[in-house]
Nanobody, 123 residues
Framework: QVQLVESGGGLVQPGGSLRLSCAPS????????MAWYRQVSGKHGEPDLV?????????KYADSVKGRFTISRDISKNTAYLQMDSLKPEDTAVYYC???????????????WGQGTQVTVSS
């Protein structure tokens, strides 16, 4: 399977914004659902769902990011983006993108986790 590669993380002050990008490392069939997840340092288990989007534009967000984060996609390129506004220190994490098994199984992913991109929100 083609690996997904994340980019765009960095250090930002509380209240700031970042835009993350996710793209396949090679050619890939059209992906139906793409999602962003995050893993807080020291937390065990799989990364937590942040946002997901279907090919036809349906979206879902974790309650903690609703109204602040926006997921978008370029279907033709199989890419996904995460616009993060009004960032808070508790948003600090490594962010990953992945392909969930289905819209009803967003917590089950189908690709190996990539390197992710670190987002640090701190003054």
């Amino acid at each position: 399977q083609v690996q997904l590669v994340e980019s765009g993380g960095g250090l930002v002050q509380p209240g700031g914004s970042l835009r993350l990008s996710c793209a396949p490392s090679g050619s890939s069939p059209s992906i139906v659902v793409m999602a962003w997840y995050r893993q807080v340092s020291g937390k065990h288990g799989e990364p937590d769902l942040v946002a997901a989007m279907t090919r036809d534009g349906s979206t879902k967000y974790a309650d903690s990011v609703k109204g602040r984060f926006t997921i978008s996609r370029d279907i033709s390129k199989n890419t996904a983006y995460l616009q993060m506004d009004s960032l808070k220190p508790e948003d600090t994490a490594v962010y990953y993108c992945n392909v969930p098994r289905s819209w009803r199984q967003l917590d089950i992913t189908t690709r190996n986790w990539g390197q992710g991109t670190q987002v640090t929100v701190s003054s």
